[in-house]
Each structure stands twice: as structure tokens, then as C-alpha cells.
């Protein structure tokens, strides 16, 4: 269900669009979603991970499973994140890009899951940031499953949403922010 979600939330910004990729700056990193690169750009379309990476050892680490919706969440596709709207929130989902990028996306939450277990804090996964110059992520409760907007660090935590289906129905993918092109043609 969240892989169709996403699915939904990225062809409804491009339907004007006949082979859309998105046009970002060059890095050192490669993802198995790009489509392209030249000298200054990486073109590229959020693509099915396939294998599909795993949160084993890290749920072994925690000694508790993560929650489905956020392996479904994660495990959907290679992507760059993407920005988007939530009511008038601008926030950024963040996404894989390869490989590498989930062995640090699993650090990250390491660091998230030891400062939330010396507070003696219930374990929230963070999934997207918020694009408004401040501190605050939005999280998956992993045991209840709302999704909450939180500021890390300090016990500050909303339900914005009772479930992660029912938060991603709500937003709207701002396309522009990420320059979506038709694919550029190499003769």
C-alpha cells in the first residue's frame, strides 16, 4: 500500500510529462535510479529497489522489529528525497539512493535510537526533515504507528497523522523543487 502511495504521489506532480526524470546536481555518489549523467547533472526517476535492502541486523541491534510501514516506507525505492507539502508544511521525504546510503541512513538511527534510549523516550523513526529553517522531523511512533512531528532531543512530539498511509495521502510532491525534465536525448 505505501509503495502505491508513492508511486501515486510521484506520477500525479509529472502527468504532463511523457518520459520525466529529475535533473539534480552531480555527486560522487551512483543509485541504480539514475538514468543518466553528464558533466554537471544527475538525471534520474525513483525506481523499485530491487533486492530490496533489510533491516535485520540493525532490529537485532534494537532487540525489537522496526515497524512495517517504515520497512515498507524504506525497502520502496532508489530515490533522491523528495520535497514536498504537507498542508502548508514544506518537508522533504527522505529516500534511498543506494546502498551505501542505507548503511548510514541505519547509523543515523543508531545515534536516534541511543539518544531516545538515555532520555527514556518510546523509539520514534525518523522519515522525512522539515524544510522550515528549524530543528523538527517527522517521525513513525514504532510501536503505535502515528506519525508525529518531533524535535529531537527534547520530549516535544505531536500526532500529526494516526498512520503512515493516512499521512502520505495528504501530500503533495512539489516537482519543481527537483527540476523535472523530459529525458534528455544522447545521439
Avoid at 500525479?12 to 554537471?40: G, H, I, M, Y
Amino acid at each position: 500500500m505505501i509503495e502505491q502511495i508513492l508511486t501515486n504521489l510521484i506520477q500525479a506532480a509529472l502527468k504532463d510529462l511523457e518520459n520525466p526524470v529529475f535533473k539534480t546536481d552531480l555527486d560522487d555518489w551512483l543509485s541504480p535510479c539514475e538514468a543518466l549523467r553528464d558533466a554537471q547533472y544527475s538525471y534520474w526517476y525513483p525506481s523499485l529497489q530491487c533486492p530490496k535492502m533489510r533491516f535485520d541486523g540493525f532490529e537485532t541491534a534494537i532487540e525489537q522489529p522496526v515497524h512495517t510501514d517504515l520497512k515498507a516506507f524504506y525497502l520502496s525505492f532508489w530515490s533522491g528525497a523528495l520535497p514536498c507539502l504537507f498542508d502548508a508544511l514544506p518537508i522533504s521525504l527522505i529516500q534511498i539512493w543506494n546502498p551505501d546510503d542505507f548503511d548510514r541512513l541505519i547509523g543515523n538511527f543508531i545515534g536516534h535510537y541511543l539518544m531516545q534510549k538515555n532520555a527514556r523516550q518510546d523509539l520514534t523513526l525518523f522519515f522525512a526533515t522539515v524544510e522550515d529553517g528549524g530543528d523538527n522531523i517527522i517521525s513513525l511512533d514504532n510501536g503505535t504507528g502515528e506519525v508525529l512531528l518531533e524535535t529531537p532531543g527534547t520530549p516535544d512530539r505531536t500526532i500529526v497523522a494516526p498512520s503512515l498511509n493516512q499521512f502520505l495521502n495528504r501530500l503533495r510532491l512539489e516537482p519543481e523543487r527537483l527540476n523535472p525534465i523530459e529525458m534528455p536525448r544522447h545521439d
